[in-house]
DNA sequence: ATCAAATAGGACTACACAAGGCGTATATAG
DNA sequence: CTATATACGCCTTGTGTAGTCCTATTTGAT
């Protein structure tokens, strides 16, 4: 409940690593052994995140991942987003079939939740990759 | 991910009630049916918000539930707690047993992640059940 | 031309947890 | 004594996370 999912941390980590190194091109193999982080797992993470236009990608021999833009450019929240790909948010309200929600017409709550959500949408906007290196 | 659960939600939905009949005693029957909840759910929810000490439960015929606070004393997160009974992290580190994560050593995200752990408390904490009435 | 190293991406399995249902015990007002 | 409540444990099902495996494609170096 209210977790974060390894997807994100390894993303973070990664993230982190490269803008570590001043942005040099890493591989995956390095990064994942570095962290022991489960390759494949680790593989998805980075194509998710070249596909959202936050790392850039070259393939081939010594290819490997440099980050698309400066670590101050790039919020928690974009990473969240890009990596679970589908709107997150606390409640079924909030996400993309709001009408799933098994007691929809009924709940009395969806004003405050709101509130609750806007307000952790602007924690992980407001903390930038930069912060973590 | 990052969901509250549906357990959380009943819970503010019932004190809410609780709270907008102005404290009267009110029963899981006379709750469930109202907001379409299914009964031995909200039943288990109530049970533990008794145990939290944030409602009070009368047994027996006539019995029900009344707030044991008022509504400007209970936070979203005095509830989430009590449900949830484990303490809540958005990783691994800030739950019960943080050595359990499977990159606990290798890490470099802790402190950025105890960040933003910090601030939804702070989200959590400071939205009261009065403003949900 | 070939090989090795790297990304791209689909299919599948294992497992944990959320959500709900069911059965029974206990308490109490009338 | 009975009807109406809460208290609480056990079990089933569905969903989503995490991870593994396999194959295709790209590209630099020899």
Redesign the pocket.
């Given at each position: 409940?209210l977790?974060l999912?390894?997807?994100v941390e390894?993303g973070l980590i990664a993230i982190r690593h490269i803008a570590s190194v001043n942005n040099h091109i890493?591989?995956?193999?390095e990064i994942s052994e570095k962290y022991i982080i489960?390759?494949?797992?680790l593989?998805?993470v980075?194509?998710k995140l070249?596909?959202g236009k936050i790392i850039t990608?070259?393939?081939?021999?010594?290819?490997?991942?440099t980050l698309a833009r400066k670590a101050e450019e790039i919020s928690v929240m974009d990473v969240i987003s890009v990596i679970?790909g589908t709107q997150v948010g606390i409640a079924q309200c909030f996400s993309e079939v709001p009408e799933n929600c098994?007691i929809y017409t009924n709940c009395t709550i969806k004003n405050p939740l709101g509130k609750i959500q806007h307000n952790l949408e602007h924690v992980f906007s407001s903390m930038k990759v930069s912060e973590i290196v």
């Amino acid at each position: 409940m209210l977790k974060l999912s390894k997807k994100v941390e390894y993303g973070l980590i990664a993230i982190r690593h490269i803008a570590s190194v001043n942005n040099h091109i890493s591989t995956v193999k390095e990064i994942s052994e570095k962290y022991i982080i489960p390759v494949d797992v680790l593989a998805k993470v980075m194509q998710k995140l070249t596909k959202g236009k936050i790392i850039t990608s070259y393939q081939g021999a010594m290819g490997g991942y440099t980050l698309a833009r400066k670590a101050e450019e790039i919020s928690v929240m974009d990473v969240i987003s890009v990596i679970e790909g589908t709107q997150v948010g606390i409640a079924q309200c909030f996400s993309e079939v709001p009408e799933n929600c098994s007691i929809y017409t009924n709940c009395t709550i969806k004003n405050p939740l709101g509130k609750i959500q806007h307000n952790l949408e602007h924690v992980f906007s407001s903390m930038k990759v930069s912060e973590i290196v």
